[in-house]
């Protein structure tokens, strides 16, 4: 999990909360442990990652219309660009998941990999609050943004 920390360019205080975060619902249901994966992360991070976004946005482009800034946004956090970070970091490689969702190829799924970069940002928001995360996803978004 150390490596994984390093790509961050974030170290948790709490580590369970990178478990979880890294947790894919496969493994919480083969394991028996229903309510530990990843899932309400990705719901925290992915407002977070929205607020964030829509902030930098809002900040780098003053002239830009509301509409423009929207289509801006949804292109930065949607699944594919999410993808594209969680690969650039081999999010994959410490994905935690289930027998039949690594024997199909869950581990380079693009949806798999954006749902837990969103619950890594739900993560590192629970773990240190608004400015670490804030920094964290704009050093690892900046080039898409």
Do not use: W
Not at 44 to 69: C, H, K, N, S
Not at 114 to 132: I, M
């Amino acid at each position: 999990m150390e490596n994984i920390e390093t790509r961050l360019g974030y170290k948790f205080r709490n580590p369970l909360l990178l478990a979880e975060a890294l947790t894919h619902p496969s493994l919480a249901y083969e394991s028996q442990r229903p309510h530990f994966d990843n899932q309400r992360l990705e719901f925290l991070g992915d407002a977070v990652l929205q607020l964030i976004v829509t902030e930098e946005l809002f900040r780098l482009f003053p002239d830009f219309p509301e509409g423009r800034m929207t289509k801006l946004r949804s292109r930065v956090v949607s699944c594919r660009a999410l993808g594209r970070f969680a690969l650039s970091m081999d999010l994959g490689d410490y994905v935690l998941l289930g027998k039949g969702e690594e024997a199909t190829g869950g581990r380079r799924r693009v949806s798999t990999l954006a749902d837990a970069f969103e619950a890594l940002v739900g993560a590192v928001y629970l773990d240190a609050g608004f400015s670490p995360v804030r920094e964290m996803l704009l050093r690892v978004m900046r080039a898409e943004i």
